[in-house]
């Protein structure tokens, strides 16, 4: 990315004079969002060439620390670092009037380079929207780059240039906590997912006053951690790599996102910090990556017990030469480099290249033209920044409302009417924290709106609400411990303290006074967060045990699922006359339920990810290698690939979602059943809405190839479309299929397309489809 920032701005207004002695010619500047031309990126260059020439070796290492606010140092001694020009850049302080003296530190010191502010902007900064998992599920890429928009504008309102997002990691192992963060199991949804965040997030510019620079992570891989056990080890061959796990990145990247950061996980024997091939020959030669790498949180630190590094000097200057520009949470590059350098150990245009990326950072983000480009004037400052008025409430509740999968739905128990008695139970039915997810930013409870409050403020005075507590989210006591040592600063589980038995029955009551019973059951929040991995996916026991409880009443059971990643339901899937998936819903999400559960809006969301039957079934994704004896339903089982205790395959497939319509899909039509090389058709099929509701269908494309070079996937989402159809409306819907889409890499990690027969499958889900073959000449 090489973009040219408004020059010619505020400058003067508020720089602090070592700054206006830095500052860049202002007859470059072209208007905000306006792309480089290479006159301006030569201007650029240019610039920090002769901002490099007069640094001297402490003030280039300096650049190269990110630091955590609140964390690495007392306020008093950040500041005296920021003015020796010992800071790069920071991360975790959430307003303008945080960020302003920090940055008037900044530019007072010998050179006056601002600092940028970064932080951890996921899925939302104040109005928080459902985590990225839930996002995905809207299948809707306008939705995802909203998400991202409305992000950045909260975020850089409150003087945050950077985000640690989109988090892309592909993950097909549930037990994995950070599966919430991530936009699923599959490499076409999460490389779309990936391409509209950061659209969203950079705008037409990461120099805009209101864009915020997108940093894409975990390079690489992070999501394939061995068992699902955060933080672990990556094996993996390069053509799975290719093939799966590394398109999302590559698609960030292609979308102009700024920065990139490394995973804290090793890939085949080597950290992904100290991986040269990684970061240099994959990241910069072959993809031509022109931007910011950052290490994880004290991953430099972290090669010593990675075992790779036998002390600190040698951790640096491996992260270094590897290709580590910034430290994230920094130690090492600060007492080590200097020493490296000066003996020679580090070459100093090693760390003048990372420097120079910190500085085109900063550059591109419009800091050397305004610092406080972001931040603005004390005098604009919002009185309180925690104001309900400064929320996108509307975006956040229909984002949320798409996320939502409907999953089972017996005698039309949903939609529900707005009358009767509704008894509302349950340990997540009034969860405002837990609601919004992980990584929830500078989103506040107190924003939230729970189920509960959701379910009352729709049905107004029509009908009444009971509520019971029900169960505790947990009763273990191992686990509670854990999870309020994780979020230590927000006590995640307020236990109540009366007994079971005693909370099921005034829930049992509650259903029995009632029409029908909503259940909010699932993880807490901090279930499915970093190092939260689990060894069971099912829901805990105190949960199942009112679960059981409330069926026993005879009353139809709604439930109503917040996790943040795939569950093991197969007693719920069997008993729930209606069951809703909701991920965390965000600030809105109480609204966007209800919507739904009341029929305001006809769920439309589909699984990015496969649900297992059980924790031994996994992995379950549904694009799996061919195999010699593949399992075939509706066949013997003997000698083929399956456990023989239970069905075989996922207990809700990828792209599956119920509507309260039906759709039909025709078969497949080609417009010709060979294809030349170079060539495209089209593959069409007639879509209607049979049911009495008006909906919007997620029709999905997978291809298959028949016979290649190498084993290749039973198949792969090549495409999709959301469409809205009324009731009786039909529509046709094609899909181009040019050469691209049958590329894969082969053995030799050439990206090809073979002559041979495809498979073309359309259809609702993974497994609902229709198919037609062609062949390529
Ligand atoms: C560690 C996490 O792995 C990463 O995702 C996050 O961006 C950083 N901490 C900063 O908070």
């Not at 078969?667 to 509701?693: F, Y």
Request: aromatic share 8%; hydrophobic share 40%.
């Amino acid at each position: 990315m090489r973009l040219l920032t408004s020059l010619a701005v505020a400058a003067s207004l508020l720089c602090a004079p070592a700054f206006s002695a830095l500052a860049a010619p202002p007859d470059a500047a072209p208007p905000d969002g306006a792309q480089a031309s290479p006159a301006s990126v030569a201007e650029r260059d240019a610039f920090i060439d002769r901002l490099i020439a007069r640094m001297t070796l402490e003030e280039k290492i300096g650049q190269l620390r990110l630091i955590s606010i609140g964390s690495d140092m007392p306020q008093p001694q950040l500041r005296k670092e920021l003015e020796a020009g010992r800071v790069g850049g920071t991360f975790n302080s959430v307003t303008p009037a945080e960020n302003r003296p920090l940055q008037e530190a900044a530019v007072k010191s010998r050179l006056g380079i601002p600092i940028f502010f970064a932080y951890d902007i996921v899925h939302g900064h104040r109005t928080i929207f459902p985590i990225s998992l839930g996002v995905a599920s809207t299948w809707d890429m306008g939705a995802v780059e909203r998400v991202a928009r409305v992000s950045a504008l909260e975020a850089t309102a409150d003087g945050i240039d950077m985000t640690f997002a989109p988090m892309v990691d592909i993950s097909r192992d549930p037990r994995w906590g950070r599966t919430s963060e991530g936009f699923g199991e599959d490499p076409f949804l999460v490389s779309q997912s990936a391409r509209a965040m950061v659209r969203g997030f950079q705008g037409a510019s990461p120099a805009n006053r209101d864009s915020l620079m997108a940093v894409v992570k975990h390079f690489a891989l992070y999501g394939a951690v061995e068992g699902g056990r955060d933080y672990n080890t990556v094996d993996m061959s390069p053509m799975r790599m290719f093939q799966d796990y590394l398109p999302p990145y590559k698609a960030a990247i292609d979308a102009g996102a700024g920065g990139v950061m490394i995973a804290l996980n090793s890939i085949n024997g080597e950290p992904a910090t100290s991986n040269k091939w990684l970061l240099r020959d994959l990241l910069r030669k072959q993809w031509g990556f022109k931007g910011l790498t950052v290490s994880d949180h004290g991953a430099i630190d972290e090669l010593l017990r990675h075992g790779v590094a036998k002390d600190g000097r040698e951790a640096a200057k491996l992260a270094i030469e590897a290709g580590a520009d910034m430290s994230m949470h920094d130690s090492l590059y600060l007492q080590q480099l200097p020493g490296l350098v000066k003996s020679g150990a580090v070459p100093v245009g090693v760390v003048d290249e990372a420097v120079r990326e910190v500085l085109g950072a900063k550059y591109d983000l419009g800091l050397f033209a305004d610092p406080y480009r972001r931040i603005g004037r004390a005098a604009d400052d919002p009185a309180d920044v925690e104001a309900d008025s400064r929320l996108h409430r509307e975006d956040a509740r229909d984002v949320a409302r798409r996320s939502l999968v409907l999953l089972e739905n017996r005698n039309q128990t949903l939609p529900l009417k707005k009358g009767g008695t509704i008894a509302v139970v349950g340990p997540l039915a009034d969860a405002p924290i837990d609601i919004m997810g992980s990584w929830s930013a500078a989103g506040k409870g107190k924003h939230s709106v729970t189920l509960l409050q959701g379910m009352r403020d729709a049905l107004g005075d029509r009908g009444r609400v009971l509520h019971a507590h029900g169960a505790n989210l947990t009763d273990d006591p191992r686990v509670v411990e854990y999870l309020n040592f994780l979020n230590w600063d927000m006590k995640e589980l307020v236990q109540d303290p009366r007994p079971l038995g005693d909370m099921i029955a005034e829930a049992v009551a509650a259903a029995r006074a009632a029409d029908v019973v909503v259940v909010a059951v699932g993880e807490s929040r901090g279930m499915s967060h970093e190092a939260s991995s689990r060894t069971t996916l099912s829901l805990p026991g105190s949960q199942q045990t009112l679960l059981k409880a409330l069926k026993s009443t005879g009353k139809p059971m709604v439930v109503v699922l917040m996790n943040g990643r795939p569950l093991t339901l197969n007693w719920e899937k069997e008993n729930a006359d209606a069951m809703l998936e909701t991920w965390y819903a965000g600030t809105e999400g109480g609204h966007a339920i209800a919507d739904v559960l009341f029929g305001d809006y006809n769920p439309s969301g589909r699984l990015p990810i496969s649900f297992p039957r059980s924790i031994g079934q996994i992995p379950t994704y549904y694009n799996q290698l061919r195999i010699g004896r593949p399992f075939t339903p509706g066949k013997p089982a003997n000698y083929t690939s399956q456990y023989f205790e239970e069905a075989s395959g996922p207990l809700y497939p990828f792209g599956y979602g119920l509507s309260y319509t039906q759709y039909a899909v025709s078969d497949v039509r080609l417009s010709r059943d060979t294809m030349r090389a170079g060539e495209r058709i089209e593959a069409s099929v007639t879509v209607k809405n049979t049911g009495a509701r008006d909906g919007e269908v997620v029709l999905q494309l997978y291809l298959q190839d028949v016979a290649a070079s190498v084993v290749r996937p039973v198949k792969e989402l090549k495409d999709f479309r959301k469409i809205p159809l009324k009731a009786g409306e039909s529509r046709v819907v094609s899909f181009p299929i040019d050469e691209d889409k049958l590329k894969f890499y082969n053995a030799k990690l050439d990206y090809v397309a073979e002559p041979g027969e495809f498979n073309v499958q359309i259809g609702l889900d993974a497994e609902n489809v229709k198919q037609k073959t062609f062949v390529l000449r």
